[in-house]
């Protein structure tokens, strides 16, 4: 069946009655614009259907999504909120630590393994992190955050593999991982705990971007840090007060986290 303006138009349609955000939308009509082009290049379909599948137009973005961000005092209280006696809330607060001070994405934290923490210039650093789109980055890693890492992997017994893992009804590891489901939960839990409504592991990044950016960080450390191609100045009026080290661009030790 031979692509036309027809057919992707109910595309379209079709794509918005099942309610998907616009920008799900336009990055799947993005790509059927892009077969058309590679159809058309190859002689497959004809340059003027070629041309009439481009023009057909994405759905409009009403407003711009913002998401959530946390002030620094937030931020202490939400990684802090797990019960560190708890194999669980040790598990939990290094996860919620890593993810305020590194800007992890939930699929990045959860596929984690030992050997990505490594020494560089007596600081240690994730390194050859693989993100999204395949981009390769290395990101610091702050002591007070290597600190509740040591401390949940010695309490739960982990030498190699994945750094994260499940913890049972009884208080112990089982299994090689976690899902990102699960990291869902644990930032849910942590906020509500600390009376933060609506609050997902995306905010944590953007917390991560705004308070690096408040203290002074250029737009291309961020970019490199959160390992985005793209990336918006933050609204100057989130807060200048911090508690980023803005040359390692991580969060300082000696500032608001302990």
């Given at each position: 069946m031979a692509l036309n303006r027809i057919v992707v138009l109910r595309?379209?349609?079709?794509?918005?009655?099942?309610?998907?955000?616009?920008g799900t939308v336009n990055l799947r009509l993005g790509a059927v614009r892009r077969l058309a082009y590679e159809a058309a290049d190859c002689s497959l379909l004809s340059a003027d259907l070629a041309a009439g599948i481009r023009r057909v137009k994405g759905v409009k973005k009403l407003g711009v999504r913002l998401g959530n961000w946390l002030t620094a005092e937030q931020g202490?209280?939400?990684w802090q909120a797990p019960d560190h006696q708890r194999l669980k809330?040790?598990?939990?607060?290094?996860?919620?630590?890593?993810l305020l001070a590194?800007?992890?994405?939930r699929h990045e934290a959860v596929a984690l393994r030992l050997d990505h923490l490594q020494q560089r210039e007596e600081h240690w650093a994730i390194v050859d992190?693989?993100?999204?789109?395949?981009?390769?980055?290395?990101?610091?890693?702050p002591d007070w955050v290597r600190t509740e890492l040591d401390d949940w992997l010695a309490a739960g017994g982990i030498?190699?593999?994945?750094?994260?893992?499940?913890v049972n009804k009884v208080g112990s590891t089982w299994g090689d991982g976690m899902t990102v489901k699960a990291v869902w939960h644990i930032v849910k839990e942590s906020a509500k705990r600390i009376g933060v409504a609506k609050l997902a592991p995306h905010d944590l990044r953007r917390t991560c971007a705004r308070l690096c950016h408040a203290s002074g960080g250029e737009l291309e450390q961020i970019q490199f840090l959160l390992g985005m191609s793209q990336f918006k100045r933050p609204n100057a009026t989130?807060?200048?007060?911090?508690?980023?080290?803005?040359?390692?661009?991580?969060?300082?030790?000696s500032s608001r986290y302990p």
């Open positions: 595309y379209r349609s079709h794509l918005e009655s099942r309610q998907l955000a616009p202490q209280a939400l809330g040790k598990r939990d607060r290094a996860l919620l630590a890593m590194c800007g992890l994405r992190l693989v993100g999204k789109g395949g981009h390769v980055r290395t990101v610091p890693v030498d190699r593999g994945k750094l994260f893992r499940r989130l807060g200048a007060n911090s508690g980023f080290d803005q040359r390692s661009m991580t969060i300082s030790v």
